[in-house]
């Protein structure tokens, strides 16, 4: 008797594919807030979703979230509440905006290298679709596009979006944000839009620039986003995992190489959040 093997092989690579939904989503829900918008009077005029990208409340959320917003609150899924200090930069055509919220030693969602997003790749996308906060659903990137009649690029993604998941982090299966959630076409069915992580870096390099003496907001480079790479720290995390797990997404490197290239001592302490260079993926 012949026994067929294909199938189950082809099962194991999509296994292997498939994020790992609870501890994606207990790790990452931290860093997602709600955005509240109020009015002279605080009321509440509209919501949205944000995330935090560095500690100290580096925050990223659309350009059309914050329109005409007088007072911003953002709303941690514990129910804390921080105050959003300052707009820091705007990229309208690309629907991103960079926010200061007041805050320190936060948890933050790590960046995916430029280029990661391929079309095919499972992702989790974390929002407050209607004011439910907390929200996750998955699905695939279905195709890097280019809008008719505009300079711009986006991912098109499978998984479900509704108002107020505007500004919601799309992450890939290791809890990476390679995109920003942007808008979806109702006509049609899972026809849902996200702007790609690699437009974070002009918004942080123009914000640095417009406030290079008084702001306190990281640059494009310091949080990474220049090359080589970086992989920002979580709990419980040794040199090794880490190259274990870089090594999964095709990074080969060794705990010597990352502690020679971020200048490490020996016994240097590992802190969540923490960014470390890596060296760049090998084509």
Known sequence: MTFRWLPILGLSAWTC??????TLARKSRPAVY?????DEDGKTTGSGTGFVISPDGLLITNAHVIEGAKTMIAKAENGGLFPIRKVLAVDSSNDLALLQMEGKDLPCLPLAPQGFAEAGSRIVVIGSPLG???TLSEGIISARRSLPGQKREVLQISAPISPGSS???VLDSQGRVVGVASFLIMEGQSLNFASPVEKIAPLLTRADRNSAATSTAPSAKSLGLDRPPTYSIKPGD???RICRELGRAGVRTSPEEIRNLNQLSTNAVLRPGQLLRIPAPHP
């Open 34 to 38: 709600l955005i509240a918008l109020l």
């Open 238 to 240: 040794t040199l090794t």
């Open 17 to 22: 594919d498939s994020p790992d939904l609870p």
């Open 167 to 169: 500004g919601s982090p």
């Open 132 to 134: 439910l906060e907390g």
